[in-house]
T-cell receptor, first 110, second 115 residues
Framework: SQQGEEDPQALSIQEGENATMNCSYK?????LQWYRQNSGRGLVHLIL?????REKHSGRLRVTLDTSKKSSSLLITASRAADTASYFC??????????FGKGTMLLVSP | NAGVTQTPKFRVLKTGQSMTLLCAQD?????MYWYRQDPGMGLRLIHY???????AKGEVPDGYNVSRLKKQNFLLGLESAAPSQTSVYFC??????????????FGPGTRLTVL
């Protein structure tokens, strides 16, 4: 069964707008990670937030984690057409494996 | 560094045929993984390895076998391919937990079609 579930499944915005996608999970985690996948390519790690952190920034990315609600959000500010991709959250339970959600497809139009 | 590479990139099999997918990494990672990605299903873990000579089952291991004879290589085998194994297969690698780095590094994928 999927540990993480992203919401929405698809998101369409204009360049310059912000994009927010959410991830909910079921059990306690060690950390939560976000990955990007461009069409037909492998996944690329974007950012990791540990269970004792509430917010983390990396460039135009902002990740929050609410362990009481078992949820995380990824915010991409000032989106660009090059941000068009699928975004996946992955939960790490501390056992050397990750469990991925089904992803959010983001389309950024010029 | 090439990172994680996968061979082949594409393959078409007939039902019942066998094949081996090769994954190689040059980052000296201890851990390696095989995933499959199907439309609407995200990534599902098939098998993984936490070191040379070790393997373990993931979420969907049936119909697949793996071997980790060398630290840098992780092989995924299909002994008798079935149409349900049509998918895109991704290999990934990572540092061991003790290093405190938890991200996985992915290969470009192998697109497999079983007719």
């Amino acid at each position: 069964s999927q540990q993480g579930e992203e919401d929405p499944q698809a998101l369409s915005i204009q360049e310059g707008e912000n994009a927010t996608m959410n991830c909910s999970y079921k059990t306690s985690i060690n950390n939560l990670q976000w990955y990007r996948q461009n069409s037909g390519r492998g996944l690329v790690h974007l950012i990791l937030i540990r269970s004792n952190e509430r917010e983390k920034h990396s460039g135009r990315l902002r990740v929050t984690l609410d362990t009481s609600k078992k949820s995380s959000s990824l915010l991409i500010t000032a989106s660009r057409a090059a941000d068009t991709a699928s975004y996946f959250c992955a939960t790490d339970l501390g056992y050397s494996t990750l469990t991925f959600g089904k992803g959010t497809m983001l389309l950024v139009s010029p | 560094n090439a990172g994680v590479t996968q061979t082949p990139k594409f393959r078409v099999l007939k039902t019942g045929q066998s094949m081996t997918l090769l994954c190689a990494q040059d980052m000296n990672h201890e851990y390696m993984y095989w995933y499959r990605q199907d439309p609407g299903m995200g990534l599902r873990l098939i098998h993984y390895s936490v070191g040379e000579g070790t393997t373990a089952k993931g979420e969907v291991p049936d119909g697949y076998n793996v071997s980790r004879l060398k630290k840098q290589n992780f092989l995924l085998g299909l002994e008798s391919a079935a149409p349900s194994q049509t998918s895109v297969y991704f290999c990934a690698s990572s540092y061991p937990l003790q290093r405190g780095r938890f991200e996985q590094f992915f290969g470009p994928g192998t697109r497999l079609t079983v007719l």
